[in-house]
């Protein structure tokens, strides 16, 4: 998540909270905060201080859920920035995603790659979802496999970063085929 996206989240989630509370002091009586509340519309009905008491507690756990979501939410990265003694050495995460779309073509087996790589800053950790399109009608579930291990190897000689998942998402190349075919060619 960005900055500016978990400060937006944690605005509303204090304007909820203080929202939730506002609810509870305008209907029940509260001793200091209802003082605080304009004049409310406080009553001894039962049904409403329990339906009151059930809503604000939906709501203050959804509000916190919401601000525990933006603190324990993994930081992602457009690159990854390597100190030694020499230097910095900064790669991004475009780079990697070509490096990885040449390493697989090279292969012969599949055409069509397209290499998507999320980095986590914190923990250099990387996922990688690759979309792929088989020509020669092999196992696809081989092919998966093989696949997931070019990846793997790849990260680990390009960055020395560990891949926590890779998903490979698959078409027949007779699939695509047929889809060309149905279309007019225009010259």
């Not at 998540?1 to 509370?21: C, D, F, N, Y």
């Not at 970063?161 to 698959?170: D, F, S």
């Amino acid at each position: 998540m960005s900055r500016i996206t978990k400060l937006l989240i944690m605005i509303v989630s204090i304007l909820g909270m203080v929202q939730t509370i506002w609810l509870l002091g305008a209907v029940m009586p509260i001793d200091y905060l209802s003082k605080a509340v304009l004049v409310t519309i406080q009553t001894p009905e039962s049904w409403i201080l329990i339906s009151v008491i059930t809503i604000s507690t939906i709501l203050g756990i959804g509000w916190i859920m919401a601000m525990l979501l933006i603190v324990l939410a993994p930081k992602k990265a457009d690159q990854l920035d390597f100190y030694s003694s020499h230097g910095k050495l900064t790669i991004s995460k475009r780079a990697v995603e070509k490096s990885l779309q040449e390493a697989v073509m090279a292969g012969g087996l599949v055409t069509d790659v397209d290499a998507h790589v999320h980095l986590q800053r914190k923990n250099r950790v990387s996922k990688v979802k690759l979309s792929v399109v088989e020509k020669n009608n092999q196992d696809l579930v081989e092919l998966g496999e093989r696949l997931q291990a070019i990846v793997v190897n790849e990260m680990k000689n390009l960055m020395d970063v560990p891949v926590k998942k890779v998903k490979v998402k698959m078409k027949p190349y007779s699939e695509i085929a047929n889809k060309q075919r149905g279309k007019p060619r225009v010259v």
